[in-house]
């Protein structure tokens, strides 16, 4: 066993620990800016000194392996008087706008002055940059940027897109782009996971929020507002509320208190996503269609494919995302029964992705120059609107959704999670192809934060071969093998971001695992405690078929839920 | 270690593994010599020491190329071709003397060889034709080669005495400027690849990495680790693949040393790495060279290919099972990819960035893999080392640093160039006795040792050793060798002005005291630079508030930089602060600069006593500040005046003063 001494404190390390991981592990804080958990050290930010007895430097605790009878001390005067100076160096090139920055309250920066008691020291040249406005989902601001390169690493290492990059040398460094070009012509595929690690305002989601408040006082436009599986379950969090508390009933309220006209659940249209893949699938394997299919909910991932996988263009289902879908209905179905103009609705969706954004604005997700969705919000764009329409949360009361699409069942609330849409797909096609419900509707295999999951099921006699991936990197290796040969596998969900949506680049700022962690438990125990939890059986749904699409896979479900893809056309 | 060994154990099958024949004559030569046996023919003509017809080598370096040598080359050759002459044109590398080249030796047969200093195209008719008709004209002549037997010529002195060379001690550099270093025969007939026929086949690798432990050699790159203790660390990993790279990276301003090297002896290079990819376990080398030195990456290249045909390196090389890849990765001149961690992620593909360490190279480096990074010089050392044995290597130099090491002098001295010297040589000794001091009668003021981290030594610690422990003393480093000589003319804090923006643009952005310091450093040098003129209001406060916090900023920087180029970034200021307050002092308080350098701080004025209104210094003044009615004094309105000094040149009666 390996003791350390830390503020003359003795603790016990594990061989494995760095100084940072073992005093986190006893509640010890020191603060850093760069530090990712689970990735390599990197050593930049150099937040996180302390000093150690025999050693003539500061040592950055989060790369320094653990030895016995190491004596630490983490805050001497030495210690703190380098933070400090750190942190008025990277105060002397940033700019002095907190008042307006998206980030303000929410920022290390901000909250590591604080705490340092910074002053004005140095006053030389800031560096020049410009704002890159170019993406729908992403705004790029470099002057905020204090190049602890975390945006970097979660697009490389983790995502394993590389949009971004460091260019350039010295003072000049700066995260960019290749060819310094906007975002919009990178290889960048909207998930936003920078945006969730970024400790400052440099990267943030386009905000629509002032596009949604002018439809609202709009008095020619029905606004609608769908929202996403998993925002019900994140937002509160943004109101101290602790992670995983759902409030569905609350957050509806508050939308009608902001001043939508119709509040739906897109877990309705995730039932029908349901309804339409898993027939999908079901042809596929009948007709001997390309095989897996992969999902197509997560516009992150389908940005992914386009840009690094063209081979797999034919395997992506057909089917719309959710939201699209969801947007679709509204335009057609819903304007039909109510008699307005599908000009006249402007249809929001709060979304926990940042990629949403880019999906709404594809040309292809419209009809007559009328597009499926309006406008998008993060769920962080969401509190914001909330608060800016001084509405406490906490203290809503539940409200019901509306009709027609605001009635889900569970199947499609765990959507949000990864390996939710494989679980209520499986519970579908079961159905779909034996007439019976599956003997236990909980596909455990499926479930969890593994970046792969795989289960191979018997359904009549068919060894149905499934995979769960999420973190879209982690897609890279399973599709190799399949390129490869492999081939006991019939379908393929793809989550962009890692978890799911409850991880994803539009949700609450500064989350970790486990609060992804608690808002994956939560939409289980949503699931576990309702009484209809496959899609098939959403009376909404039926009465959607019934009344206006036909069935699943027909000409007007072809017109309105599908959609094709295109290889993406990108610098890098 | 017996070279007699050699043969006895596997005199049989060297013979049979293919070695190049000259190789074996020169192992044989090296183990008769004892016996007083005559050298074989072959090996003497391979040597030059007999030449059937006049052979004329032209320092081609790129110290040479710099200043002339090709224009040199196609005169002599022309020359040639013009009087019908039949004579051996040969480039050679440089042999140190930089301030003297292009350099043109000539060797007529049955007389020793004769170097001719600052030999400009223009010269060579008359050289040649004085040479070849056994004159030698003594004003160009630096002196002559000792020969074993050929009998000197007379009136001219001896190279080997010549104050430059004289003091050195030349183990690395030994062939350089001497040998063709295209010729793979010209250095297996100087004593190459010899020692590493005899590591291979006579010692184990742990047995090699003891016996460069015990030579006290250090690296020879800035950081002084042992190497023997290094390589150990590698030797003792058993990992599949393990790697040696070469660090050619050399990026110190005023540094030159591992240039001159690869271009004058690039064999010895290889032949040090193939006994130290040996030692660790190495079947893949690399060779990290900027792409600046075109023709020392085209020297190497063609010397792996030599070496590569000849067996001695590449699979199963001189027949000893052992597999050796070499490979040259030319890098884009990045000052951080001299870092160790920047230079594998480099070579891996990637962004040439620091990484925390722990894990060292050794045991976690290249593609994840234990990997060695010596320097240039320090593998340079190694077939010397291993040829003459650990203990008569440990028995030069001090107690803690052995063996030479290689200067590159540049700046305010007489004799620019490089020189290699026992440790323990004062650098008195080096900058006077070898440099030949400080040129136009100027005071010497301090010398720049390490490069940009190292530090500067003023006149009273001249008689310092040379020593990488003793120079730390005085807040320098031994560094990679870069002397960069100062007088009386330079500006102490202008010197750390240009290195801190050198740092600060070399700095690789990663860690935020070393990007975002060293760039509030060289704002606040600047700003003592500056004159009155160009200041705003508040920024009188800021000036006096900022020098407070210059050396607060030096030691966040060093003690929190990732790496060593952050860790180090400060020093030149340090150390000019150290030495030189008073020049600090004066920008600061008195708005002077005493070496008159930074021009914002030099003020002119005219001496009315002098000045007789001719009016020279009106015409040239860029800035109309000069006043005055013709041939009655003048006056310099300070105001308008920009200090260019122009109206200084103008003046022929020393009017005009600068202060």
Do not use: A
């Given at each position: 066993m390996i003791h350390i001494e830390v503020n003359n404190r003795q603790l016990e390390a594990r061989p494995e620990d760095t100084l940072l991981s073992c005093m986190r592990r006893h509640g010890l804080s020191v603060p850093t800016l760069c530090h990712m958990d689970g990735l390599v050290p990197s050593g930049a930010c150099r937040m996180c000194v302390v000093e150690v007895e025999g050693s003539p430097n500061l040592v950055p605790s989060c790369a320094f392996p653990v030895r016995d009878g190491l004596r630490v001390s983490t805050h001497s005067p030495r210690v703190v008087e380098a933070r400090r100076t750190i942190v008025e160096l990277l105060l002397a090139d940033h700019p002095d706008d907190c008042l307006f920055c998206a980030r303000s309250g929410n920022c290390r920066l901000q909250d590591l002055a604080s705490e340092l008691g910074v002053k004005r020291r140095f006053r030389g040249a800031r560096s020049e940059c410009q704002i890159d406005m170019s993406s729908c989902s992403i705004v790029r601001e470099p002057a905020k940027c204090i190049l602890c390169g975390k945006c970097v690493r979660v697009c490389e290492e983790i995502q394993q897109v590389g949009a971004i990059d460091f260019a350039g040398r010295g003072s000049r460094s700066r995260v960019g782009t290749a060819f310094n070009e906007g975002l919009n012509v990178s290889s960048c595929i909207n998930c936003g996971q920078c945006v969730v690690v970024c400790p400052t305002g440099a990267l943030t989601e386009k905000d629509y929020t002032r596009e949604v408040m002018e439809a609202l006082d709009d008095p020619n436009q029905l606004v609608v507002v769908q929202h996403a599986p998993s925002v019900s379950v994140s937002l509160g969090e943004e109101f101290g509320l602790p992670p995983g508390v759902d409030v569905a009933g609350r957050m509806t309220a508050a939308l009608r208190a902001i001043g939508f006209d119709r509040v739906f659940d897109t877990g309705f249209s995730a039932d029908l996503t349901i309804m339409e893949e898993a027939s999908e699938l079901i042809a596929r394997i009948r007709n001997g269609g390309k095989l897996p299919m992969l999902t197509s909910c997560s516009p992150g991932w389908i940005r992914y494919v386009e840009t690094f996988h063209n081979d797999f263009l034919e395997n992506l289902s057909t089917c719309k995302s959710p939201q699209q879908m969801m947007g679709a209905v509204i335009k057609s179905f819903f304007a039909q029964r109510e008699g307005i103009d599908p000009a006249k609705i402007f249809s929001v969706s709060i979304m926990p992705c940042t990629a949403k954004k880019f999906e709404a604005a594809r040309p292809e997700m419209g009809r007559h120059g009328v597009a499926d969705v309006d406008a998008v919000l993060t769920t962080r764009e969401l509190a914001r609107l909330i608060r800016s329409r001084g509405i406490n949360l906490q203290q809503m009361p539940a409200e019901e959704a509306d009709t027609p699409f605001g009635e889900r069942t569970t199947a499609g609330k765990i959507f949000g999670a990864s390996g939710g849409v494989m679980e209520a797909a499986i519970r579908t096609a079961h159905y779909l192809l034996t007439g019976q419900e599956l003997a236990d509707l909980n596909v455990e295999a499926v479930r969890g934060f593994d970046g792969l999951k795989q289960a191979f099921l018997n359904v009549n006699g068919l060894q149905l071969g499934v995979a769960v991936v999420n973190g879209v990197g982690n897609v890279n290796r399973l599709l190799k093998e399949i390129r490869d040969g492999r081939s006991d596998l019939h379908f393929i969900e793809v989550m962009t971001c890692p978890g799911g949506c409850i991880a994803g680049?539009?949700?609450?700022?500064?989350?970790d695992r486990s609060a992804a962690a608690a808002r994956m438990k939560a939409l289980y125990q949503i699931d576990a405690g309702e009484a209809i939890r496959v899609s098939h059986r959403n009376t909404a749904i039926k009465q959607l078929y019934d009344e206006f699409l036909g069935e699943p896979l027909g000409h007007r479900s072809h017109e309105l839920l599908h959609t094709h893809y295109h290889p993406a056309d990108v610098l890098i | 270690m017996t070279h007699h060994k050699v043969l006895e154990t596997s005199g049989a099958s060297i013979g049979e593994v293919g070695l190049p024949e000259l190789l074996l004559l020169s192992i044989q030569e090296n183990q008769e010599a004892h016996a007083g046996a005559e050298s074989d023919s072959r090996l003497v003509r391979a040597r030059r020491q007999e030449v059937t017809h006049p052979v004329i080598f032209i320092g081609a370096g790129t110290c040479g190329l710099g200043a002339g040598a090709s224009a040199t080359l196609k005169a002599v050759q022309s020359y040639l071709q013009n009087h019908e002459v039949t004579a051996d044109v040969v480039e050679v590398g440089c042999i140190g003397l930089c301030s003297a080249e292009p350099l043109v030796d000539v060797q007529l047969p049955g007389r020793p060889r004769v170097m001719f200093r600052k030999v400009t195209e223009d010269q060579v008719p008359q050289l040649l034709e004085a040479v070849l008709s056994d004159k030698i004209p003594e004003a160009m002549a630096l002196g002559q080669f000792r020969h074993p037997t050929l009998a000197p010529w007379p009136d001219v002195p001896m190279l080997d005495e010549h104050p430059f060379f004289a003091p050195q001690t030349r183990w690395v550099l030994a062939n350089c400027g001497v040998i063709d270093p295209a010729s793979l025969d010209e250095y297996i007939a100087h004593g190459g690849y010899r020692c590493l026929v005899d590591v291979l086949h006579t010692m184990t690798p742990m047995q090699v990495c003891e016996a460069v432990e015990s030579s006290g050699l250090r690296g020879r790159g800035g950081g002084g680790f042992p190497t023997g203790k290094k390589w150990k660390f590698a030797q003792g990993t058993t990992a599949t693949q393990k790697y040696l790279i070469c660090n050619a990276d050399e990026g110190d301003p005023g540094a030159f040393m591992d240039r001159a090297v690869i271009e004058g002896d690039p064999h010895r290079l290889l032949e040090g790495m193939a006994i130290a990819a040996y030692a660790i376990g190495a079947s893949k080398a690399y060779i990290y060279i900027r792409a600046e030195y075109p023709l020392a990456i085209r020297r190497l290249r063609q010397a792996i290919e030599q070496a590569e045909a000849a067996g001695l390196i590449g699979p199963n090389l001189c027949g000893s099972g052992f597999d050796l890849e070499v490979v040259i990765k030319m890098g884009a001149g990045a000052f951080v990819c001299g870092e160790e961690t920047a230079l594998i992620h480099s070579i891996e593909g990637r962004r040439g960035m620091p990484r925390p360490r722990p894990p060292f190279p050794a045991v976690q480096g290249l593609f994840g893999k234990p990997t060695i990074i010596n320097n240039v010089e320090t593998l340079a050392n190694i077939p010397q080392l291993m040829a003459m044995g650990h203990e008569a290597f440990a028995a030069v130099g001090t107690d803690t640093s052995k063996g030479t090491k290689v200067f590159a002098l540049s700046g305010k001295i007489t004799y620019t160039g490089l020189v290699e010297v026992a440790m323990g040589t004062t650098i008195r000794q080096v900058l006077f006795d070898i440099g030949g001091g400080i040129p136009d009668g100027k005071a010497y003021k301090a010398v720049q040792i390490g490069g940009p981290s190292g530090g500067c030594i003023p006149e009273q610690h001249l008689d310092i050793k040379i020593d990488y422990e003793s120079l730390k003393t005085v807040g320098a480093m031994m560094g990679s060798g870069g002397l960069v000589v100062m007088d009386e003319d330079t500006c102490m804090v202008d010197l750390a002005k240009f290195f801190m923006d050198f740092i600060q643009r070399e700095s690789c952005g990663k860690c935020i005291p070393c990007r975002e310091g060293t760039r509030r450093m060289l704002e606040i040098l600047n700003v003592l630079t500056r004159g009155r003129k160009n200041e705003a209001r508040l920024d009188a406060i800021d000036r006096f508030m900022s020098v407070t916090q210059l050396q607060q900023l030096a030691e966040t920087i060093r003690q929190t930089s990732l790496c060593g180029l952050g860790q180090t970034a400060a020093n030149p200021v340090l150390s000019t602060l150290r030495w030189f307050r008073d020049e600090y002092e004066a920008h600061l308080f008195q708005r002077k600069c005493p070496a008159g350098a930074c021009a914002e701080l030099v003020t002119y004025r005219i001496d009315p006593r002098l000045c007789r209104g001719c009016t020279a210094c009106v015409k040239k003044c860029p800035t109309e500040a000069i006043f005055g009615s013709r041939k009655n004094p003048h006056y310099i309105d300070p105001d308008k005046c920009i200090g260019c000094g122009n109206c200084l040149d103008a003046c022929k009666l020393d009017a005009v003063i600068k202060e």
């Open positions: 680049g539009g949700q609450p700022i500064g989350i | -």
